[in-house]
């Protein structure tokens, strides 16, 4: 089983619609929590970490379950250039012995005319 | 301000060569991290520096590969005789010390490796 588990889509979505990815972790050690873009060919760029209590950005939602050790992202109002594949993201710190970035292998987001 | 910088950006070369891949760091950012990505899949993690200091080498995925860092800031990460499952994009990345609190890692546009 992977570490972090996410749908790869690809979702087709018509602009405007608003959109859900999921994501799931096994590691219940895992202490941080972000997603990422990545556009075609392009390096991954950081979109938003994830808190408990949820946080927003715009058009965008987080929200973070640790008992059920799962994340999700909500865009709201989608737009042609949200198109890309999106990364749930979790890091373990193991009091500074590692560091590393655990990635899911991404969710493809098409938003179409 | 300036970004994390890798070069080369593409590197052919033919199986059994040695190849050289850099990294320069945020400036700042005492944390660096080296992952690769291959054709169809996800990122996976390499090696971790902490200053010059690797804490965690575990996803170097053989003894042909090695990484060093040197004055706390640039980072090379050295492939030796290459075989063409080493082609993949190869993407640097850093941050702010990890004990200070939720530190998210920036990375750098990739080295793009084909081994022919």
């Known amino acids: 089983r992977k570490e972090v588990e996410q749908d790869p889509g690809p979702f087709n979505v018509p602009e405007g619609a608003t959109v859900a990815f999921n994501c799931t972790y096994s590691n219940s050690a895992s202490q941080s929590f972000f997603w990422y873009r990545q556009d075609c060919r392009k390096e991954p760029k950081l979109l938003m970490s994830v808190y408990s209590s949820g946080n927003e950005d715009g058009r965008f939602t987080a929200q973070l379950n640790r008992a059920s050790q799962y994340i999700s992202l909500l865009i709201r109002d989608s737009k042609l250039s949200d198109s890309a594949t999106y990364l749930c993201?979790?890091?373990?710190?193991?009091?500074?012995?590692?560091?590393?970035?655990?990635f899911g292998t991404g969710t493809l987001l098409a938003v179409q005319p | 301000g300036a970004g994390v910088s890798q070069s080369p950006s593409n590197k052919v070369t033919e199986k059994g060569k040695d190849v050289e891949l850099r990294c320069d760091p945020i400036s700042g950012h005492t944390a660096l991290y080296w992952y690769r990505q291959s054709l169809g899949q996800g990122l996976e993690f390499l090696i971790y520096?902490?200053?010059?200091?690797?804490?965690?080498k575990s996803g170097l995925p053989s003894d042909r590969f090695s990484a060093e860092r040197t004055g706390g800031s640039v980072s090379t990460l050295t492939i030796q005789r290459t075989q063409q499952e080493d082609s993949a994009v190869y993407l640097c990345?850093?941050?702010?010390?990890?004990?200070?609190?939720?530190?998210?890692?920036?990375f750098g546009d990739g080295t793009r490796l084909s081994i022919l």
């Open positions: 520096f902490q200053g010059n200091s690797a804490p965690d």
């Open positions: 990345a850093s941050s702010f010390p990890p004990r200070v609190g939720n530190q998210p890692q920036h």
């Open positions: 993201v979790v890091n373990t710190n193991y009091g500074g012995a590692t560091n590393k970035l655990i």
